[in-house]
């Protein structure tokens, strides 16, 4: 046992190293460091600090203090917002459930040997390194009402019921209708996420639920599923994150029509700043966005930090 | 360990050289010591003839100037629009920009800050006497001088010929009420009388703005789009609406809320659709399509006040420039009688200067049809989405969309657009 005063006589050199440390680290931290905070941090400040203002976006036009007024007229007159943000949250809530179980699903039945397996991984990936706006475009095409692969195969396989559909141009289905190619681009990522979780669950312990009697849905819910536990981490935080400022592809198929009906917060924030030139309104709703994001993915990994812990 | 530190810290220092060396680079335009490059933003032409002629107008102007480059860039109607909103103002923006000259548009631009006023070359090289009274109006009327004419528009009623013998129409309708007995005729026989894109918003906007034009009258309608009558008020109005939701209902092509303005276009050039309200520059655009002009016929919308609908589009110099004088000799050039007589005999269009005058060996009958047109028409309705400011566009879009879908009730929507403007105010 040492003595307080060795223990002070340690502490001075450790403080000492770290501070040596961090003089030798702070070259290198430097330049990420001052790209952090030039690109991210400070945007995102600036960004908060504008929804305060009204302000056209012209350099030199004036920025007007108006204090909550943005905010009380996004929450009590806005036209758009409210529809915006029940389809965000529709979109959210969908995207975590659909694409999610399909890549789950998609992943498990790969992981397995079988014939063209290597085949069946690329395709089901290849649509995920597409540019989303080349995938609504060729959604755009799927659905197009006259020339459309789908208005083909309803009259081919005279299916009246599908025939005719406007699939982007009826208020009611078009967001549904975005979310099929959503999920036609989304399943692969999410499938090669937990193909990799899945290369970490030990086979010994299937082979031992194996003998112990257990069956195949026994092993998935009792020893694959916790083991994917930090993937499953990755994937809901990754799939919220992107599906709540969810954009290039509705602006690639309906522009948010008809009639904004599928608007949605990020692409109503950018419209608000660029198309109305309204930059405290368009941040103001960034903001809401920034707040919805911080409130649900910050507790949710502190939550699963303490699981793991436990 | 000196040495190592020297080493991490001449990494770091050159990392953030670079770091400050790409920021500087992102800009536009610039002088080097080779000479001057001008960028400039403009529509996708659609007429291969017309790219020819600027083209060859931009390689004789840097024939002539050695030292000066002309950077041009081209983009679609809407792309063009964000690009524009987004870059003007800043250092990105562009030294001379195509726009739309309208209050919606083009004003929005001036009025933040977006042009410089021309004054002083238009003093010294004479221009106000170069471009016709219409163009003029367009240049002053939010004082000074901002921009240079660069064209004006008329938009009517393109019909197919062959669609409207089938049904039994003889003449192109000279009232209203004609032109709502074309339209049953036509869907008695089983056509589409009239096809728009519902997915770009300012397509399906022309049949509303000249419904409104015909029920509301000019000095009604003007009052409406200058804020200085009530939507919520006038009963023209909602008689507008009333209409236009007929058309929407009975007239307008099923799928109109899923096809942009080209996809709906395709349907008059193919014989499934049998009208169309489009713009002057719209002969071009058959041409372009592989279809005969000849098919096709025009008239103006019937409104009964004998406006012409359509819009003024000028260049305008951005303020952050900093070769306004190459800028103004540039487009000193390309408003010049030479260089507009190339353009007019490359797209039939009429030029904004007064000296051109066509051989008319480009015309079609179209072409022949808008100088009727434009000769018979007393003053000028725009396009609301350049009469209206920018958020009232969006939201004049989504209620005349919710309109045609059923989703707003006609005689609420007046009221809900006048609401709007009550909350902007």
Not at chain 1, 65 to 73: A, D, E, L
Not at chain 1, 142 to 148: C, E, H, S, T
Not at chain 2, 13 to 27: E, F, M, P
């Amino acid at each position: 046992m040492s003595s307080p005063t060795s223990a002070t006589a340690v502490m001075v050199p450790r403080r000492r190293r770290r501070a040596r440390r961090l003089r030798a680290a702070l070259p290198f931290l430097g330049p990420a460091l001052v790209a952090y905070v030039v690109f991210v941090l400070y945007p995102m400040v600036e960004s908060i600090r504008l929804s305060f203002f009204e302000w056209s976006g012209f350099v030199g036009a004036e920025q007007t203090f108006v204090g909550m007024r943005n905010y009380v007229r996004l929450f009590t007159q806005d036209t758009v917002f409210w529809t915006a943000l029940g389809n965000s949250v529709i979109w959210v809530a969908l995207s975590l459930a659909v694409p999610m179980l399909l890549s789950l699903a998609f992943a498990v039945a790969l992981d397995r040997k079988l014939p063209g397996r290597a085949l069946f991984r690329t395709v089901f990936y290849v649509p995920g390194v597409l540019a989303t706006i080349a995938v609504a475009n060729i959604w755009r095409w799927i659905y197009n009402p006259r020339y459309g692969v789908s208005e083909s195969l309803a009259q081919t396989l005279g299916l009246e019921w599908l025939q005719g559909i406007q699939w982007l141009g009826d208020a009611d289905i078009a967001l549904y209708a975005i979310f099929g190619a959503f999920v036609w681009q989304a399943v692969g990522t999410n499938m090669v996420l937990f193909l990799a979780g899945l290369q970490s669950v030990p086979p010994e312990l299937k082979e031992a639920a194996a003998l112990d009697g257990a069956g195949a849905w026994q092993r998935f819910r009792n020893v694959t599923l916790p083991s994917l536990r930090p993937t499953m981490v990755v994937v809901v935080v990754l799939t919220f994150i992107g599906s709540i400022k969810v954009f290039d592809l509705i602006v690639g198929m309906t522009g948010g029509g008809p009639a904004q009906q599928t608007q949605v917060l990020a692409l109503w924030s950018y419209q608000l700043s660029f198309a109305n030139n309204q930059y405290g309104m368009g941040n103001a709703v960034a903001t809401v966005l920034l707040i919805l994001v911080i409130a649900v993915v910050v507790p949710y990994m502190l939550w699963t930090a303490r699981r793991e812990q436990s | 360990m000196r040495r190592t530190t020297s080493k991490t810290l001449a990494i770091s220092v050159s990392a953030a050289a670079l770091l400050a060396a790409t920021l500087t680079a992102c800009g536009s335009g610039g002088s080097t010591d080779e000479g001057v490059t001008l960028t400039y933003w403009r529509l996708a032409e659609t007429n291969e003839a017309t790219g020819a002629a600027f083209e060859q107008i931009v390689a004789d102007f840097e024939a002539d100037h050695p030292d000066i480059q002309i950077q041009v860039e081209e983009r679609s109607t809407d792309g063009h629009k964000e690009a524009l909103r987004t870059a003007l103002g800043t250092s990105g923006a562009p030294d001379i920009y195509w726009s739309w000259a309208g209050p919606g548009i083009g004003g929005e631009f001036v009025n933040n800050g977006g042009s410089l006023d021309l004054t002083e070359y238009y003093e010294e090289y004479d221009w106000e006497s170069r471009f016709n009274d219409v163009s003029m109006a367009s240049i002053t009327q939010y004082g000074g001088y901002h921009g240079i004419p660069s064209g004006f528009s008329g938009a009517g009623i393109y019909y197919n010929k062959d669609l409207f013998a089938q049904a039994g129409i003889a003449e192109p309708p000279t009232t209203y009420e004609e032109l709502v007995a074309a339209a049953d005729k036509l869907s008695a026989a089983g056509i589409d009388a009239i096809e728009f894109g519902g997915t770009v918003n300012w397509h399906l906007m022309r049949l509303l703005d000249n419904i409104l034009e015909t029920q509301c009258g000019s000095e009604v309608f003007d009052a409406l789009v200058r804020n200085e009558a009530s939507w919520g008020s006038e009963t023209c109005v909602d008689d507008s609406f009333a209409e236009f939701a007929t058309w929407t209902q009975e007239y307008l092509i099923p799928d109109w809320a899923s096809l942009d303005d080209a996809q709906a276009n395709q349907l008059l050039f193919s014989g499934q659709a049998a009208m169309v309200i489009e713009g002057s520059w719209f002969p071009q655009v058959i041409q372009n399509n592989d279809a005969d002009p000849d098919a096709f016929g025009v008239f103006p919308f019937p409104t009964g006040t004998n406006r012409l609908y359509g819009d003024t589009s000028n260049n305008y110099v951005s303020p952050t420039t900093e070769h306004p004088d190459e800028a103004a000799m540039f487009l000193d050039h390309l408003t010049s009688t030479e260089s507009q007589t190339a353009l007019t005999e490359a797209s039939g269009a009429r030029s904004v200067n007064v000296d051109v005058v066509s051989d008319g060996a480009s015309r079609s009958s179209l072409d022949a049809a808008w100088d009727e047109i434009f000769d018979e028409s007393e003053g000028l309705y725009a396009f609301n989405d350049q009469n209206l400011p920018l958020a009232q566009t969006t939201e004049y879009w989504r209620i005349l969309n919710a309109v045609a879908s059923g989703d707003i009730a006609p005689d609420e929507a007046g009221s809900q657009f006048q609401a709007f403007i009550d909350q902007q105010s």
